[in-house]
């Protein structure tokens, strides 16, 4: 049997949380996923997932194993995408800058039906700066933002159902010092989080015990491992939290709330394009109803 459709079979199972919903997104029988998941587990000689009558979850080497497949499925996809753009008359690419989980959690969903309208166009991102991009994307707090606002974020606390087992529920925003959080370099010197409840009461969050990383991804993967609490922005966990891999952790607070910003750049052959995709990534937010904290205009000043 064909090892990339077992990994291919197993990892959708993950992504859409079942084997019904897997066989949709892949096109195929339900027999026929759970006939490559099968091969896959005796490949193996391991058990990926406990299966009831009512419904299917990973086990513990199942969960290990999905992070190491879904890096190796998406770096196959982008290797068949570099080597038939070889072969392709080279047309004005779009350049998109914007931060790398804007790109992975935001845009790279909803990219499919630009580009099946778009056909002939190429879109190349930059996570590393903005210089000679057609459009840029960024996440900004404050009053003088510039762009066209797209939608609004907010940070919230989560947890895999791994680390909650081992180390129990925090109740309240001060129970989180005595937690290890997950978190990325912070402005304030000992101060990790600042959350705020639902009156608007401000909490600073300050831990002995914390892992530092230096990109929102890292944060994520440390978190789906159970090595502890994270505050993410809603779009990065939305995935995750819709499937069960990781839980909401108080509910009643959060933190970050930013503005989704777009801004055309002036000149270049990819401007008008660049115009498009901004209104196509405005109305798709709309439609598909982005996981997010509320649209641009519902930021109170």
């Given amino acids: ?16 949380g079942g084997f019904t919903a897997a066989a949709e997104a892949l096109g195929m029988s339900k027999a026929a996923v759970s006939k490559n998941v099968a091969a896959l ?8 997932f406990e299966r009831t009558t009512r419904q299917v979850r990973p086990t513990t080497e199942g969960n290990h194993y999905y992070r190491w497949t879904r890096q190796l499925l998406a ?5 068949d995408t570099c080597a038939r753009a070889l072969a392709e008359p080279q047309v004005a690419a779009l350049r998109v800058a914007a931060p790398a989980e804007l790109v992975e ?9 630009f580009l099946s309208s778009h056909p002939d166009s190429s879109v190349v991102f930059e996570t590393g700066g903005s210089e000679g991009c057609d459009l840029t994307l960024s996440a900004e707090t404050g009053e003088a933002m510039d762009g066209r606002p797209l939608a609004v974020s907010t940070h919230v606390v989560v947890a895999s159902s791994l680390y909650l087992a081992s180390h129990g529920r925090p109740e309240s925003a001060s129970d989180l010092a005595n937690h290890r959080l997950l978190h990325l370099p912070s402005e304030q010197e000992g101060v990790i989080w600042t959350l705020t409840d639902r009156r ?29 609490i994270a505050c993410l922005p ?10 069960g891999r990781l839980t909401r952790v108080l509910p009643d607070y959060d933190s ?10 002036s000149g270049g052959p990819a401007r008008e394009l660049a115009m498009q995709f901004q209104s196509y990534l405005d109305s798709a937010l709309r439609e598909q109803g982005a996981p997010l904290a509320g649209r641009a205009g519902d930021l109170a000043p």
């Fill in 105 to 113: 959690h935001m845009i790279l969903p909803r990219l499919g039906r």
């Fill in 41 to 48: 587990e005796r490949r193996l000689g391991l058990k990926l």
């Fill in 256 to 265: 970050a709330h930013r503005v989704i910003l777009s801004r055309t750049e």
């Fill in 234 to 243: 809603d779009f990065v966990v939305a995935r995750d939290l819709s499937v």
């Fill in 1 to 16: 049997m064909d090892k990339f459709a077992e990994l291919r079979a197993f990892t959708h199972v993950m992504d859409h």
């Fill in 75 to 79: 770096e196959a996809d982008w290797a």
């Fill in 200 to 228: 608007g009461a401000v909490t600073p969050v300050t831990a002995e015990r914390r892992i530092e990383m230096a990109d929102t991804r890292s944060v994520l993967e440390a978190c789906l491992a159970g090595l502890g």
